[in-house]
């Protein structure tokens, strides 16, 4: 929701990220896997005891990703790269879900309901993508919901930063991300009927 409404407010600042990216030469693909790299630190950091180390190092990947997205945009986007973004950006999630779960082995069963809806409601998002002809300013339909890569970056850094409400955060976050598969599935009936 907020990556599909609130984009605009940070888009500038994306912009100019990407044009100096651009400039000195680099790739989409290669601020792609430097997000992974990033994203994947958060995991270790958090692991390591520095949650807030963490949050910083998770946000930055998310900034990177978008970045990607727009020098993808602004020169010649690639399938591949989609497939990169698409992946690494999923590889991220498990990371942190996997820290979490190291380091609260009590909170197992409610990270596995997360990840299971994680792993519904990305694949309605994916498959309605591909069988869809719609398409956005992506390289392909990307269904909005009220849970987008901004609100889950939300909902870890509380997940993060203050376990002694860990158990709440992961339920809230699951009943968020099943809500956004049932809403995407019901628009993919809605749009491919």
């Given at each position: 929701?907020?990556?599909?409404?609130?984009?605009?407010?940070?888009?500038?600042?994306?912009?100019?990220?990407?044009?100096?990216?651009?400039?000195?030469?680099?790739?989409?693909?290669?601020?792609?896997?430097?997000?992974?790299?990033?994203?994947?630190?958060?995991?270790?950091?958090?692991?390591?005891?520095?949650?807030?180390?963490?949050?910083?190092?998770?946000?930055?990947?998310?900034?990177?990703?978008?970045?990607?997205?727009?020098?993808?945009?602004?020169?010649?986007?690639?399938?591949?790269?989609?497939?990169?973004?698409?992946?690494?950006?999923?590889?991220?999630?498990?990371?942190?879900?996997?820290?979490?779960?190291?380091?609260?082995?009590?909170?197992?069963?409610?990270?596995?309901?997360?990840?299971?809806?994680?792993?519904?409601?990305?694949?309605?998002?994916?498959?309605?993508?591909?069988?869809?002809?719609?398409?956005?300013?992506?390289?392909?339909?990307?269904?909005?919901?009220?849970?987008?890569?901004?609100?889950?970056?939300?909902?870890?850094?509380?997940?993060?930063?203050?376990?002694?409400?860990?158990?709440?955060?992961?339920?809230?976050?699951?009943?968020?991300e099943s809500f956004t598969g049932i809403q995407r599935f019901m628009e993919a009936k809605r749009i491919?009927?």
């Amino acid at each position: 929701m907020l990556d599909t409404h609130a984009r605009k407010y940070v888009q500038p600042s994306i912009n100019h990220t990407a044009e100096w990216l651009l400039k000195k030469g680099k790739t989409a693909n290669q601020v792609t896997v430097l997000a992974l790299f990033i994203g994947l630190a958060t995991s270790v950091f958090y692991i390591s005891g520095y949650p807030l180390l963490a949050v910083l190092f998770l946000w930055f990947s998310g900034f990177l990703d978008a970045v990607d997205g727009t020098m993808a945009r602004h020169t010649k986007t690639s399938p591949f790269g989609t497939v990169m973004d698409i992946t690494f950006d999923r590889m991220v999630e498990i990371g942190i879900i996997l820290a979490i779960a190291y380091v609260h082995p009590e909170m197992l069963g409610p990270l596995l309901l997360l990840s299971t809806s994680i792993i519904v409601s990305i694949t309605i998002f994916l498959v309605v993508g591909a069988v869809s002809e719609k398409a956005g300013i992506k390289s392909f339909y990307y269904q909005a919901g009220v849970a987008e890569r901004t609100e889950g970056f939300l909902l870890f850094s509380l997940m993060i930063l203050f376990p002694q409400f860990l158990l709440w955060t992961t339920m809230v976050f699951f009943v968020v991300e099943s809500f956004t598969g049932i809403q995407r599935f019901m628009e993919a009936k809605r749009i491919l009927s």
